[in-house]
């Protein structure tokens, strides 16, 4: 079949009875938020995403991986209109052209299981990369930074934390049978918070906090924008060598940070400074998933409501989302520093007990090496998976 055949808005296939739509209307859209809700509607674990956070990733108003990039989605239903698959496909242009092929992604996969079904959805996504210059595919990805929708859970089918991927374990069957392999592991780890820190790691982390020139400071959200700054300049620096880095952008962080304005705590989120120079950051926020669990995706005024009544009585699970420390500072034992002072305002709260440390990938090193110091148990592992056409 050639490839144009594959460009429509609509089309029906006769011998499977199923019909794969572009999302393009009100319809659409609304159609590919309910297929999560069709395909996890047995399931206790799964915590809906809002469906807000879902539309600003395709919004290029709301995200601005757009200005160098495009996105594009699908739903698939069967011969009875019933709704049983989605997918979504996108190329960022800053980042496609660093590999020996150039590389797109697809994300927010969703199906019943039946192969013949995942690999319709693969096709279409894959063939719609192909048309546009991509020779392979990254999944399951986000369109956007990994912190949030990234890689397929193949480990710890347990309760997801906010923003990390939740699917259903034949998944896997699906994207291995179709000729994705594994790009990386990303590892997730727990850590009880009333479980005392192994003596030496105490020890090493208290002694840099008390260096002279060493300064821990809280974020403060009036003053997002500097910390924003200063989470650019440590970002981009501890980040430089790994292999197909792109530098992220001061609009991408302010972006982010306002985002997590309405599910921070401004004393979970702390960077190091030493005389005066950004040198390391951590960034933790309260589980938003035990909030929005009774929600269903929906944020209307009763959803407000009820996400500000749990915030304050029912959380008790927090989620490191992202570490970095620049390489003049590494091995300092900086980070160390930052759990230890992050420690000295959570366990008098007698609130939170329970940490995520996610992800990290397989190829750090150096973050999995203190994950083992800290004593902490694993808790998910995540593939992210590259399909060459």
């Not at 242009?93 to 013949?116: L, R, S, V, W």
């Not at 990234?150 to 089918?157: A, D, I, P, R, T």
Request: aromatic content about 16%; charged content about 25%; hydrophobic content about 40%.
């Amino acid at each position: 079949m050639p490839l144009d055949a594959f460009f429509y808005l609509s089309k029906t296939f006769p011998g499977e009875q199923m019909t794969i739509s572009e999302v393009n209307n009100k319809s659409t859209k609304k159609a590919f938020l309910d297929v999560a809700r069709v395909i996890y509607k047995n399931d206790k674990v799964w915590v809906c995403p809002l469906d807000n956070d879902i539309e600003a990733v395709f919004d290029p108003e709301k995200n601005n991986f757009h200005k160098n990039g495009k996105s594009i989605r699908w739903i698939l239903s069967d011969e009875n209109g019933k709704l049983i698959g989605r997918i979504g496909a996108f190329i960022n242009h800053k980042k496609a052209y660093n590999y020996e092929q150039p590389t797109g992604g697809i994300g927010f996969f969703e199906c019943i299981n039946d192969e013949a079904a995942a690999f319709l959805l693969f096709d279409t996504a894959k063939n719609w990369l192909a048309q546009n210059g991509m020779q392979a595919m990254d999944g399951p990805i986000n369109f956007g930074e990994n912190d949030t929708f990234w890689g397929l859970l193949v480990e710890g089918f347990t309760h997801p934390s906010y923003g990390m991927n939740y699917n259903p374990p034949y998944y896997r069957a699906f994207f291995e049978n179709y000729g994705f392999t594994i790009l990386y592991t990303q590892i997730t780890n727990h850590l009880e918070v009333y479980k005392p820190f192994p003596e030496r790691f105490y020890k090493i982390a208290k002694w840099v906090t008390k260096k002279p020139g060493y300064e821990f400071k809280h974020l403060v959200a009036k003053e997002i924008d500097k910390f924003a700054a200063d989470f650019m300049e440590i970002y981009n620096d501890a980040w430089r060598d790994f292999e197909n880095f792109v530098p992220i952008t001061y609009a991408t962080i302010l972006e982010s940070f306002k985002k997590m304005k309405p599910l921070m705590d401004e004393n979970l989120i702390w960077f190091a400074y030493v005389n005066g120079e950004p040198a390391s950051f951590l960034i933790i926020l309260p589980d938003a998933n035990q909030m929005l669990k009774p929600l269903k995706g929906k944020l209307n005024l009763l959803g407000k409501l009820k996400f500000l009544y749990m915030k304050y009585t029912a959380v008790t699970r927090m989620r490191a989302i992202v570490m970095g420390t620049k390489q003049k500072f590494q091995n300092h034992g900086i980070e160390s520093a930052l759990f230890i002072t992050l420690g000295d305002y959570v366990l008098p709260l007698k609130k939170y007990t329970e940490l995520e440390l996610s992800w990290v990938g397989d190829f750090n090193d150096k973050m999995l090496a203190m994950h083992a110091a800290m004593g902490v148990a694993f808790g998910k592992k995540h593939l992210t998976m590259r399909c060459i056409f």
